[in-house]
């Protein structure tokens, strides 16, 4: 029997490459939307759900079980971006990040762990960042949303385990989106004493999405993940410059991995 994947965040971007593409390989796909009627270039189903709502999340959860019965895999990828100075971030917009991309994960999964115990069998799939393995400049409330779900579901992957649940997390690095489009922003103010250094931050990190990567490289990482009897605690998926950073942080000293931040970024001068 073809697994049920129950992808959320797939109306665009990396959830959509995942989706496609586990439905060429004959699983059976449903991605949610929070507006599911005006997305029109997909060749799976979309359920109604946005995960900053508890409500919309039983709502669209008992939705998929009354047309399939059963959840075998979770992939939590639903997120946006936020960039801008610390400083100049207003607190809604922190909040608003914290809500989407670290607890709306948590609320999706608490809403599908009854079924996956009940079936004895589940697997969870987090899409995290390699922004999550560092405090990046300008972008320091993203890389704390996804560093903390990363800890979390360290945590949770030990506490489902006991149900043959497993979960695991997958860390992607720059690929081609549309996410660019859709993140919030800082302003650049002319009066901010940030307005250069972020002006030319905001430059370079837009140029590395569009230069990323295929998404679809990332889809099929995730099909060999489920198809692993054991999936590993954390994966990285980008260039090997990205993942490569992630081991530099762990061995050199940390001022030396500041200024290379620093200069990557080109906040040396």
Same mark, same amino acid.
């Given at each position: 029997?073809?697994?049920? @994947?129950? +992808? &959320? /965040?797939?109306?665009?971007?990396?959830?959509? #490459?995942?989706?496609?593409?586990?439905? =060429?390989? %004959?699983?059976?796909?449903?991605?949610?939307?929070?507006?599911?009627?005006?997305?029109?270039?997909?060749?799976?189903?979309?359920?109604?759900?946005?995960?900053?709502?508890?409500?919309?999340?039983?709502?669209?959860?008992?939705?998929?079980?009354?047309?399939?019965?059963?959840?075998?895999?979770?992939?939590?990828?639903?997120? @946006?971006? +936020? &960039? /801008?100075?610390?400083?100049?971030?207003?607190? #809604?917009?922190?909040?608003?990040?914290? =809500?989407? %991309?670290?607890?709306?994960?948590?609320?999706?999964?608490?809403?599908?762990?009854?079924?996956?115990?009940?079936?004895?069998?589940?697997?969870?799939?987090?899409?995290?960042?390699?922004?999550?393995?560092?405090?990046?400049?300008?972008?320091?409330?993203?890389?704390?949303?996804?560093?903390?779900?990363?800890?979390?579901?360290?945590?949770?992957?030990?506490?489902?385990?006991?149900?043959?649940?497993?979960?695991?997390?997958?860390?992607?690095?720059?690929?081609?989106?549309?996410?660019?489009?859709?993140?919030?922003?800082?302003?650049?103010?002319?009066?901010?004493?940030?307005?250069?250094?972020?002006?030319?931050?905001?430059?370079?990190?837009?140029?590395?999405?569009?230069?990323?990567?295929?998404?679809?490289?990332?889809?099929?990482?995730?099909?060999?993940?489920?198809?692993?009897?054991?999936?590993?605690?954390?994966?990285?998926?980008?260039?090997?410059?990205?993942?490569?950073?992630?081991?530099?942080?762990?061995?050199?000293?940390?001022?030396?991995?500041?200024?290379?931040?620093?200069?990557?970024?080109?906040?040396?001068?």
């Amino acid at each position: 029997m073809s697994k049920v @994947i129950f +992808i &959320t /965040g797939a109306s665009s971007g990396l959830g959509k #490459a995942m989706a496609s593409y586990l439905i =060429s390989k %004959n699983y059976i796909v449903y991605g949610t939307s929070r507006n599911p009627e005006k997305v029109k270039d997909v060749d799976f189903p979309l359920i109604k759900m946005d995960v900053n709502d508890e409500a919309s999340i039983r709502d669209g959860v008992s939705e998929l079980l009354s047309k399939t019965k059963r959840i075998d895999v979770l992939i939590n990828n639903a997120g @946006i971006g +936020i &960039t /801008g100075p610390m400083e100049e971030i207003p607190i #809604a917009e922190m909040e608003k990040s914290f =809500s989407t %991309n670290f607890y709306g994960p948590l609320r999706v999964t608490k809403a599908v762990l009854p079924t996956m115990r009940a079936q004895k069998s589940g697997l969870i799939i987090n899409i995290t960042s390699i922004a999550g393995y560092m405090g990046l400049p300008y972008r320091g409330i993203y890389s704390a949303t996804k560093a903390a779900l990363e800890i979390a579901m360290e945590a949770m992957r030990m506490e489902v385990a006991p149900f043959n649940i497993k979960m695991t997390n997958v860390a992607p690095g720059d690929f081609a989106t549309n996410i660019t489009e859709r993140r919030y922003h800082a302003p650049v103010l002319d009066d901010s004493p940030y307005k250069h250094s972020y002006q030319m931050s905001l430059e370079l990190m837009n140029q590395h999405v569009h230069s990323g990567e295929n998404p679809k490289k990332l889809a099929v990482e995730i099909f060999k993940i489920i198809n692993t009897e054991n999936p590993k605690v954390h994966y990285k998926v980008g260039s090997f410059t990205q993942k490569f950073s992630i081991v530099l942080k762990k061995i050199v000293p940390d001022k030396t991995y500041e200024k290379m931040l620093k200069k990557h970024f080109k906040l040396d001068k």
